[in-house]
């Protein structure tokens, strides 16, 4: 796997320097460079979105030579088994610049919704993905990539016979606000986290209509 970092627990922290908010030691590992460790402290000193559960997950060593991998949901769901979306980013990174990423850095990200079966037409898909364009920002322009899968799910057999619906979207982009330091990881996992949360938001914890995607939610964040 890709170097990867573990989230700390939110009792393990120390003062920030600003005195604002709650930052975490670091143990910094000797080969990572100086804009990639930069962008491991942006992501926990980061202000965490009240109602949203971060965990860390594997980064492929296919995909980088570093990344940040974090997992997305909201509190009080359980993931696929529940009516909550859920959603991982990661944050790669590469020692040598990419040509298909313009860029040594690039963000992939996927989330996965239920939708009412009754509201799913031609035009789901189209509505899913202008929502989700509303809500990225900090972005190279051209270099949002992506698909939006709708799904169609029927049990049968013993454990009864059940049909639902949803929605899958898998997007990639390259960073643009990369400075002299290295990259604010920690907006990015926060706009996705944002996303996250409007969508389960616009649901109100049930199946979710495409028609629920007009508004973009303000921020709530956890000190």
Not at 28 to 43: K, T
Not at 72 to 91: D, F
Not at 162 to 187: F, I, K, N, Y
Request: glycine share 8%; net charge negative; with cysteine.
């Amino acid at each position: 796997m890709a170097e990867i970092f573990t989230l700390p627990e939110r009792g393990d922290t120390v003062s920030a320097p600003d005195g604002k908010h709650a930052a975490h030691a670091l143990l910094r590992p000797g080969n990572v460079p100086d804009d990639m460790w930069y962008a491991v402290e942006s992501v926990h000193r980061m202000r965490r979105l009240e109602g949203v559960e971060y965990r860390e997950i594997q980064v492929p060593t296919a995909m980088a030579d570093f990344g940040i991998g974090i997992e997305l949901s909201c509190e009080g769901g359980t993931g696929a088994s529940s009516q909550q979306p859920s959603a991982w980013i990661m944050v790669l990174y590469a020692r040598t610049p990419r040509l298909d990423w313009g860029s040594r850095w690039r963000c992939v990200a996927f989330m996965s919704v239920a939708i009412e079966r009754a509201e799913r037409d031609c035009l789901t898909a189209s509505m899913f993905l202008d929502d989700l364009s509303d809500h990225l920002s900090d972005v190279v322009p051209d270099s949002v990539g992506g698909t939006v899968t709708l799904t169609e799910n029927r049990s049968f057999g013993a454990i009864g016979q059940e049909e639902s619906s949803g929605c899958e979207m898998r997007v990639s982009w390259t960073p643009a606000d990369v400075g002299p330091t290295g990259l604010e990881a920690g907006l990015h996992v926060s706009m996705w986290a944002q996303y996250l949360l409007d969508v389960a938001r616009q649901g109100d914890n049930a199946e979710l209509s495409p028609s629920h995607f007009s508004q973009v939610g303000e921020p709530n964040i956890r000190e």
